[in-house]
């Protein structure tokens, strides 16, 4: 079975596994995503998911987080991790996108990565889910579970990034980054994968070195 051959089936098999797979942050707007996304490092997006009505009842554009008072910004946030310096970095995001951008949320990766705290993960991830751009976010989900199961063999985020383009219909680039982190997360575990419920395991490198080892 070729590569693209091999993530079309995978593709197939956790579409229908996760049917309603949606990115997992709550957003009306490009603005709030790029919030909720810089928030989301290093926190769960259920906390974030509480967190972010509030806030964004009381910023809604990107001047109001501009011009925002930081010691009231990081009152909204304190309960996230690394609040301080999210406070900080999502100030001068949008003081760049006031300042550069005349307000508006960059819809380019180019544009999207000169903003502070916004590498190309986060830039992806707003482009595909906030303007409905092909586009594939690697995170720390996409990098395990495409490396495990063979589509990818590379740490670098780039380059998974690249290969999965190479391997997967620019139609799917968006589902398939969304799949992979809901996978990752609910079976696919960092720590101890469920590999005997795991619906892809047919089409898994990882899966086939457990098996062969046992026998
Ligand atoms: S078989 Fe195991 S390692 Fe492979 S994708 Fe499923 S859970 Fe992950």
């Keep these: 079975m070729t590569l693209p051959e091999k993530a079309k089936k995978v593709l197939d098999v956790l579409e229908k596994e996760y049917p309603d797979a949606r990115i997992a942050?709550?957003?009306?707007?490009p603005l709030e995503?790029?919030?909720a996304t810089i928030l989301s490092a290093q926190c769960t997006d259920e906390r974030i998911n509480k967190t972010t009505p509030a806030l964004f009842k009381r910023y809604k554009k990107a001047e109001g987080f501009a011009e925002?008072?930081?010691k009231e910004l990081e009152g909204y946030i304190s309960s996230i991790n690394f609040f301080r310096n999210k406070a900080k970095n999502i100030r001068a995001c949008c003081k760049k996108i006031v300042d550069e951008f005349e307000g508006k949320i960059p819809d380019t990766l180019e544009g999207l990565v000169t903003l502070p705290g916004v590498g190309r993960k986060t830039a992806n991830i707003i482009l595909g889910s906030a303007f409905?751009?092909?586009?594939?976010?690697?995170d720390t989900h996409v990098k395990r579970v495409s490396n495990r199961i063979g589509l990818a063999a590379s740490d670098n985020p780039d380059?998974?990034?690249?290969?999965?383009c190479k391997i997967i219909p620019r139609?799917?680039?968006?589902?398939?980054?969304i799949l992979l982190i809901l996978h990752?997360?609910?079976?696919?575990?960092?720590?101890k994968p469920k590999c005997e419920i795991c619906p892809v395991k047919r089409y898994c490198a990882y899966f086939r070195n457990i098996v062969n080892v046992k026998r």
């Design 25 to 29: 942050l709550n957003f009306k707007t």
């Design 33 to 35: 995503l790029l919030i």
């Design 68 to 70: 925002a008072d930081l």
């Design 132 to 138: 409905g751009k092909d586009a594939i976010a690697v």
């Design 159 to 164: 380059k998974i990034e690249q290969g999965l």
């Design 171 to 177: 139609k799917r680039w968006v589902k398939v980054t």
């Design 184 to 191: 990752g997360r609910n079976i696919c575990i960092a720590k």
